[in-house]
């Protein structure tokens, strides 16, 4: 089965419509020898507006089709007649999404919210006819103007996935079983590095109707900020999240050593944004099912004064904790 590729930045190129001109005309009809000018006004160009879908989980569809043009406006006509407007372009991206000029690299917009609305380039205004032009001593104006040009550009769009909680963690320290296992998110797991490509959001649900949104992205290795791995782009998508949870491998599968990932993926992270490991409220201590993890979860607490929550998503054991602690480490819900 194939796959859709999973894009989160991406350039376009945006044309709002042109105005249409106005028109020259002069009124003839039977019986009227003297007709005045009657030329209409051109109509307005179409604008380009970024809307947010929440069923849009990529910028895919703006990588295969980059060009986003609004219709012209029509020109002016005689008897005064208005030109049509220009129909809106409305291009749908995901929620999260951040746009920038992409000659300037000013943040132009967030579009935030299902169905919030920006307008990215706004439609030239339809010109004038002659009838503007009549005064007592200028009875037969031939001035028109031409309708203004609409707005062109080069946008950047950068997706950030908005979630309540996210999570931070090497290659096959199980984040994506332990987000399965919590929330049934169906992510791609394999016993092979980098098995997460791309963001993947899991839904928490808990009482009061509520629901809290968790993010798994792909695994950080020493070394990312210098490339190294698939490198620390993805870190957007917990940009927005207030609290992180960082899993790591308690065990020490494969020869890891988990306090040195701990201290790797602090670094990591500081090197993106010097404020994210500030955010990190949990840190997950995942395969305690094997009979090594209690004995380095131990030394683990010893060497960083930090203390953990200890799981086994493939068991099961102390998910129903971490759940717990997940909802009471959720933000408050909007009020108003």
């Keep these: 089965m194939k796959t859709k590729p999973f894009v989160d930045t991406v350039k376009i190129q945006i044309a709002a419509g042109d105005g249409g001109n106005g028109c020259v005309s002069f009124r003839r009809e039977k019986y009227v020898p003297r007709g005045g000018p009657d030329g209409g006004d051109g109509g307005r160009g179409g604008s380009v507006y970024l809307e947010a879908n929440r069923h849009q989980d990529s910028l895919a569809p703006f990588f295969f ?3 986003l043009r609004a219709e012209s406006g029509g020109h002016g006509s005689g008897q005064r007649r208005h030109g049509r407007n220009g129909r809106d372009h409305i291009g749908h991206v ?8 992409a000659a300037t690299t000013a943040m132009l917009g967030e579009i935030l919210c299902e169905g919030d609305r920006l307008c990215v380039a706004r439609g030239g205004k339809g010109g004038l006819g002659n009838c503007h032009w009549v005064t007592p001593s200028h009875q037969a104006p031939r001035e028109h103007t031409d309708g203004m040009p609409g707005e ?9 996935t908005i979630a309540d909680i996210g999570l ?9 079983s332990l987000l399965d296992a919590i929330t049934r998110a169906h992510s791609r797991i394999g016993a092979y590095p980098f098995t997460t490509l791309h963001p993947v959001i899991g839904v928490l649900k808990y009482p009061g109707h509520r629901r809290l949104r968790i993010a798994d992205v792909p695994g950080i290795i020493d070394g990312a900020h210098l490339g190294h791995g698939l490198g620390l ?9 207030p609290s992180l949870v960082m899993v790591l491998d308690m065990a020490g599968s494969e020869g890891r050593d988990p306090i040195a990932d701990y201290t790797h993926l602090l670094n990591e992270m500081r090197h993106y944004d010097a404020d994210l490991p500030k955010r990190t409220q949990l840190i997950v201590a995942n395969k305690m099912d094997r009979p090594e993890a209690e004995q380095h979860r131990l030394a683990f607490h010893r060497q960083t004064g930090r203390q953990t929550v200890a799981v086994s998503a493939i068991s099961g054991d102390g998910l129903d904790t971490l759940k717990d602690i997940l909802v009471k480490m959720a933000p408050p819900p909007q009020t108003g």
């Design 152 to 160: 062109k550009m080069t946008l950047r769009l950068e997706m950030k």
């Design 65 to 67: 089709a980059p060009n």
């Design 168 to 176: 931070v963690g090497f290659p096959n320290a199980g984040k994506s």
């Design 94 to 101: 995901p929620t999260g999404t951040v746009v920038y000029d």
């Design 233 to 241: 782009a993805f870190l957007r998508h917990v940009e927005r999240a």
